[in-house]
């Protein structure tokens, strides 16, 4: 699963996660775009076009539920994979996310190594490959 040139777009608040989910990430040959809320995170889905959002639940100015919401409304946007990663963790968030059209979900805390493995696959089966 190749993951060079494939642009992710991260989404959340805490700036240290951040930076190591983009560490992370561009070590793996992906393109990073960064978003520090929720409001950012929909400016930066319609811009710069990701190839895959990994969101936040709990972002200030808008959350990630209705980040989600509008990313699956939207038309250029729709098919998109996003991957929730969060700390809530209740069954109805998860439900609630995977109603509203979340690809995959995971909890924080998580392991790096399965963040970037759920990418590579949502990546493959966007494009074609299995």
Same mark, same amino acid.
């Given at each position: 699963?190749?993951?060079?040139?494939? #642009?992710?777009?991260?989404?959340?608040?805490?700036?240290?996660?951040?930076?190591?989910?983009? =560490?992370?990430?561009?070590? #793996?040959?992906?393109?990073?775009?960064?978003?520090?809320?929720?409001?950012?995170?929909?400016?930066?889905?319609?811009?710069?076009?990701?190839?895959?959002?990994?969101?936040?639940?709990?972002?200030? #100015?808008?959350?990630? =539920?209705?980040?989600?919401?509008?990313? #699956?409304?939207?038309?250029?946007?729709?098919?998109?994979?996003?991957?929730?990663?969060?700390?809530?963790?209740?069954?109805?968030?998860?439900?609630?996310?995977?109603?509203?059209?979340?690809?995959?979900?995971?909890? +924080?805390? =998580?392991?790096?190594?399965?963040?970037?493995?759920?990418?590579?696959?949502?990546?493959?089966?966007?494009?074609? +490959?299995?």
């Amino acid at each position: 699963m190749d993951g060079v040139k494939a #642009k992710v777009l991260i989404c959340d608040d805490d700036d240290l996660l951040l930076e190591l989910m983009e =560490f992370r990430l561009r070590a #793996k040959g992906y393109e990073v775009v960064r978003a520090i809320d929720g409001a950012e995170a929909l400016s930066k889905a319609e811009t710069e076009t990701p190839d895959i959002v990994v969101l936040d639940a709990m972002m200030p #100015k808008s959350d990630g =539920f209705e980040v989600l919401t509008h990313i #699956k409304n939207d038309p250029v946007l729709a098919e998109t994979p996003v991957i929730m990663l969060t700390a809530r963790k209740s069954e109805r968030d998860i439900v609630s996310a995977l109603e509203k059209g979340a690809d995959d979900y995971l909890v +924080k805390p =998580f392991i790096p190594e399965e963040l970037l493995a759920r990418l590579g696959r949502l990546i493959a089966r966007k494009n074609g +490959k299995r």
